[in-house]
C-alpha cells in the first residue's frame, strides 16, 4: 500500500498554501494520504517531543510511505527520518541546522543527525526558491549536499506559500 505524510509549516494548517493539492494529487496516484493537524505547530513555541508522539502514534508510518515537509515541517520530517525508514522525504523551504528562532528551541535537542536519516532515507529532494525571504537557496542547496539529496531551485516561489501565489507545486509530481 503506498501512504504518504504531508507536514505542515508553523503557524499554518493541513487547509493552507499547497497542502489540499498535494493530497488530491497524490490520491489520484492511489496513495493513502496523511496531512494531520500538527499539535503545538500554531503555537508561539512548537513543541519537536508532542508532535512526534502525535504522528508515531496516529500515523501507521512505514518505509513505502513518501514524506513531505513545508518549513518547520521539514525539521519534523527530518526528525522523524532519524528514527523511521521513508522511501522518499521532500523538504520544502527547510533547513538543518540549528535554528536562530528561540521559538524553535525544542527542535533543537541535539544537532541533526544526517547519517541516521540518509540511512533510513534513500531518496531525499530539497526544493528552494530564489526568492524565499527565510532560507536562501544557498542554505537548502547545502542541506540538500549534507542529505546527498536532490537540489530543485524554483523561480519566484517565495516561501512556497499562497501569500506568493503558491497553490500547488506540480514539479514534485515527476518524484513521486
Known amino acids: 500500500m503506498k501512504s504518504a505524510l504531508i507536514l505542515h509549516a508553523w503557524l499554518n494548517g493541513p487547509d493552507k498554501h499547497w497542502y489540499p493539492w498535494l493530497k488530491k494529487e497524490l490520491e489520484k496516484r492511489v496513495y493513502t494520504v496523511y496531512l494531520p493537524e500538527i499539535p503545538t505547530m500554531n503555537?508561539?513555541?512548537?513543541?519537536?517531543?508532542t508532535q512526534m508522539k502525535f504522528i508515531e502514534g496516529t500515523v501507521p508510518l512505514n518505509n513505502n510511505m513518501l514524506i513531505f515537509g513545508h518549513?518547520?515541517?521539514?525539521?519534523?520530517?527530518?526528525?522523524?527520518?532519524?528514527?523511521?525508514?521513508?522511501?522518499?522525504?521532500?523538504?520544502?523551504a527547510g533547513w538543518d541546522f540549528d535554528d536562530l528562532y528561540p521559538q524553535h528551541k525544542h527542535f533543537w535537542p541535539n544537532k541533526m543527525n544526517h547519517m541516521a536519516i540518509?540511512?533510513?532515507?534513500?531518496?531525499?529532494?530539497?526544493?528552494?526558491?530564489?526568492?524565499?525571504?527565510y532560507m536562501t537557496a544557498f542554505?537548502?542547496?547545502?542541506?540538500?549536499?549534507?542529505?546527498?539529496?536532490?537540489?530543485?531551485?524554483?523561480?519566484?516561489?517565495?516561501?512556497?506559500?499562497?501569500?506568493?501565489?503558491?497553490?500547488k507545486?506540480?514539479?514534485?509530481i515527476q518524484y513521486f
Open 43 to 49: 503555537t508561539n513555541e512548537p513543541d519537536l517531543a
Open 169 to 172: 507545486i506540480p514539479e514534485l
Open 139 to 167: 542554505e537548502v542547496e547545502e542541506m540538500s549536499k549534507r542529505l546527498n539529496g536532490k537540489f530543485i531551485l524554483m523561480k519566484g516561489a517565495g516561501h512556497f506559500t499562497k501569500e506568493f501565489g503558491i497553490t
Open 118 to 133: 540518509k540511512k533510513n532515507c534513500k531518496e531525499i529532494y530539497c526544493l528552494s526558491s530564489d526568492n524565499d525571504p
Open 71 to 92: 518549513s518547520l515541517g521539514c525539521l519534523l520530517a527530518m526528525r522523524l527520518a532519524e528514527k523511521h525508514a521513508f522511501a522518499k522525504m521532500f523538504l520544502v
